[in-house]
């Protein structure tokens, strides 16, 4: 795979990748940039819970005809001096239908220790919540 990123001024850059959409992507305005696009850091985020969606979609999908939402909602924490890479990384996964707790668990760890390029390529700990129906699961 190969993505290739090309600067359009001041801190601004669009990636394409191999499946030929644009991603826009710029600084903040305390970075010198814009704000005109979502920023690399948001996009590791939104790629990491992209990922496990899929995963978790392929997984269940003898159940999607019952889910009527899946959301995720994914908190970095960075180290305060540069590189501010991500040390930690907590991901909720809002899910609303009728389906087994069991099985969105499952899923999601399926996605994690399987199939998840993007965690996999992470050194941050990653973990997991689940809420479903409205109700915020444990582990079990």
Wanted: one cysteine or more; aromatic letters at 8%.
């Amino acid at each position: 795979m190969i993505v290739t990123t090309t600067w359009t001024g001041g801190r601004k850059f669009t990636a394409k990748g191999d499946s030929g959409y644009d991603i826009k992507m710029d600084a903040t305005p305390a970075y010198g940039g814009m704000g005109e696009g979502a920023t690399p850091t948001e996009m590791l985020l939104a790629s990491l819970a992209g990922c496990i969606g899929i995963d978790v979609t392929m997984v269940l999908n003898h159940f999607l005809d019952k889910i009527t939402k899946i959301e995720f909602i994914t908190d970095g924490t960075r180290k305060e001096e540069a590189p501010k890479g991500y040390t930690a990384i907590h991901t909720t996964l809002v899910v609303d239908g009728d389906i087994d707790a069991k099985k969105v668990w499952r899923a999601i760890d399926l996605s994690e220790e399987k199939y998840c390029s993007v965690s996999d390529s992470l050194s941050a700990k990653i973990t997991y919540d689940v809420v479903l129906n409205g109700e915020k699961l444990t582990r079990g």
